[in-house]
């Protein structure tokens, strides 16, 4: 069994910053990507970061030079930086994983359960 435990959100006002990890846990063999989505009530869920196993980072324009994405490797766990929040950062912030369990070859795709992250005055 494989888990992924996001955590970090909470209320922040306009213009502040929150730090978001996700943590794996279980039977792990091997991490490849790492994401982080988001969805609004009421809209569609997307992506706003995603890292690879060497590190390399990709962003959409909405967050790109706001958010940044890392890894620990040897903690299986990803982080999200997001400073300068606005009120449209208002979601449900979800990571996903690209995992394979010990011992087995196939990955598999796994998310979290969300964490809240509230924008407002």
């Known amino acids: 069994q494989v888990r992924l435990v996001e955590s970090g959100g909470g209320l922040v006002q306009p213009g502040g910053s929150l730090r978001l990890s996700c943590a794996a846990s279980?039977?792990?063999?091997?991490?490849?990507?790492m994401y982080w989505y988001r969805q609004a009530p009421g809209g569609v869920r997307d992506s706003v970061a995603t890292?690879?196993?060497?590190?390399?980072?990709n962003y959409p324009d909405s967050v790109k030079g706001r958010f940044t994405i890392s890894r620990d490797n040897t903690k299986n766990t990803v982080y999200l930086q997001m400073n300068s929040l606005k009120p449209e950062d208002t979601a449900v912030y979800f990571c996903?994983?690209?995992?394979?369990?010990?011992?087995?070859?196939?990955?598999?795709?796994?998310w979290g359960q969300g964490t809240q992250v509230t924008v407002s005055s």
């Open positions: 996903r994983a690209i995992i394979s369990q010990r011992g087995r070859a196939q990955f598999r795709d796994y």
């Open positions: 279980g039977s792990i063999g091997s991490v490849g990507t």
């Open positions: 890292i690879t196993s060497s590190g390399s980072t």
